[in-house]
């Protein structure tokens, strides 16, 4: 398991669209090296999620894998939604209030992360990682990250643990 | 199939399991070795024949049990989620009671478990143990264990196989197993001609292992018929063991102590030394 580390990396891309948003703002504001700054940031973790990812595959322990329940689990979601379109409706990017993003975003990296909410993450999606909510027969639900199309619940799978109740499908596309 | 190696733990006096989160390079490995240890155990095995007390079978025979309630947990485990296995604390694993080191696999609705025994000896961390590095041999500070070089038993089918009832008590409680494997000739003994028993029921429930083992071996080297209870009476006498008669049989004592005394003697491991007449108890005998 790699637990937190993991936790950190998903988290931070499940919340890092609202960064671009952030960066777009800064753009429209004149402040470029600012917004190259927040699209790098994007990037790197992207890139290092990945990273992560092919490390569990290469170094984790596998384990076989057979889920009772399938449930896709990065559809829309209106409290991620809300967080990162919100700086779009700033009317300047000097009058953000920094003093209320900065812990409202840690705030809500804390939720997420704690809440195992991390699943709805449109940056690993758009690299064709879907999020799944999987059920096993001990009545457990995991989420399952697989680049598969998942089309029956009883689909065999090899997986590695990544966190207590994440789970990533390292088998053959 | 990815295959998971766990551990059988003892906590107090049931068996609990726990994963043991392998590199992927090495799970392949280990189950090589357990594949291997497989075809080595049940190589010239022909015949499986239900435990019935003896510690050792036969070249070409494997003994078997039902499954006790304690061993269920290693089917069981197989057969869950791997996920639902908590896995062992890999900083303190010396201190988790391993009796058990398993693998196995569900094929068609089928259960297979492969176990070797685990004991404190395979724990590299209690010993100096130095390993090689960079053409210089370094002390081995993290927690590390060797494998057994072989499978204590295999579990299939609702039975428990086995070569050595001595292997395998280490890992399981074999004692109400010996017992009921052992009930039968206990009976057969108690009911010998030259012996009187009051109450067979209360005798077989006094005998404990060791007892058991010498019954047997009476049974086997058929002292008791090749001897009268009157010519027993008088050798034992010299040993300083008294022996009662009753109707010319052998009045079986209902003390556990003194049964077992009576035992060792039938066995010929109570003697009286050829000089001193010093009674004795030898624990070994080599004929000469």
Known sequence: MLNWLAKLLLTSTAIAPVLLSYAWVAYRAGEARQALVLVVLVVALVVISLGVLHYAKTQLERISFVATSVEVADRENMGFLLLYLLPLFTAQYVALNWEVWVPAIVIFGAVVATGYSYHFNPLLGLLQWHFYKVGTKEG???????????????????VVQLTEYVVADVGDR | MAKNLFAACRVGTELITKRIALHP???????????????????????VVPFDGRWTPDEDEMLSISVPAEAEVFASTIEASALSITSLNTGAFAKEGIKALFTGATVSGKTKVLVQPFTAQQVLGKKFTFFQQQNVFQQLTD?????????????????????????????????????????????????????????????????NQTSRKLIHATMQGGILDTYTP??????????????????????????????????????????????????????????V
């Open chain 1, 140 to 158: 457990i639900t995991y989420v399952l990250i697989t680049r598969k199309q998942m089309r029956h619940a009883n689909t065999p799978l090899e």
């Open chain 2, 25 to 47: 390079d090495l799970q392949k490995l280990v189950a090589k070795i357990f594949k291997d240890q497989e075809a080595s155990f049940r190589a010239g095995v022909n015949t």
């Open chain 2, 143 to 207: 927690p590390a264990f060797t494998m057994a070089g072989g499978l204590v038993c295999i579990i299939e089918d609702g039975q428990i196989k086995f070569k050595s009832q001595q292997k395998l008590r280490s890992v399981i409680n074999m004692l109400e197993i010996y017992r009921a494997a052992t009930d039968e000739e206990v009976t057969s003994f108690a009911n010998h001609a030259s012996l009187t028993v009051a109450d067979v029921a209360k005798f077989s429930a006094a005998t």
């Open chain 2, 230 to 287: 009157l010519a027993i009476e008088a050798a034992a006498s010299q040993t300083g063991l008294k022996v009662d008669l009753l109707n010319n049989k052998i009045v079986m004592p209902t003390e556990p102590n003194n049964i077992k005394s009576l035992l060792l003697f039938l066995n010929e491991s109570r003697y009286a030394g050829p000089l001193s007449g010093q009674a004795y108890v030898s624990n070994s005998q080599r004929a």
